[in-house]
């Protein structure tokens, strides 16, 4: 059974930092690929951001690039996502997500496993 837990949610100001985390377990992640979605209160499930753990290659969506970084580690199976330069707009509930194989997917729904989510809230 593959587990995700997040955590490093929280409040900060704008212009502040986070840095997410989420630990996976459950069966080794080579050949995955992980990526972080976030939720705001009304909005549908977006992508922020995808890792292909194997290879390292990563992906961002245009509102976060420049200033969100993924990342993992292969000894502690553990995502993580480097936020910075924080904006309220990015206020929302953070998720961790993993599927077996592919490239590169955007949609919640090309997603196997999830985590419960980590909110964030920028304050302005």
């Known amino acids: 059974q593959v587990q995700l837990v997040e955590s490093g949610g929280g409040l900060v100001q704008a212009g502040g930092s986070l840095r997410l985390s989420c630990v996976a377990s459950?069966?080794?992640?080579?050949?995955?690929?992980m990526a972080w979605f976030r939720q705001a209160p009304g909005k549908e499930r977006e992508f922020v951001s995808a890792?292909?753990?194997?290879?390292?290659?990563?992906y961002y969506a245009d509102s976060v690039k420049g200033r969100f970084t993924i990342s993992r580690d292969n000894a502690k199976n553990t995502l993580y996502l480097q936020m910075n330069s924080l904006k309220a707009e990015d206020t929302a509930v953070y998720y961790c997500?993993?599927?077996?194989?592919?490239?590169?997917?955007?949609?919640?729904?090309?997603?196997?496993?999830w985590g419960q989510g980590t909110q964030v809230t920028v304050s302005s």
């Open positions: 997500a993993a599927r077996t194989g592919g490239t590169y997917y955007t949609r919640p729904g090309d997603y196997d496993y």
């Open positions: 459950g069966r080794t992640f080579s050949n995955h690929v």
């Open positions: 890792i292909r753990w194997t290879y390292g290659i990563t």
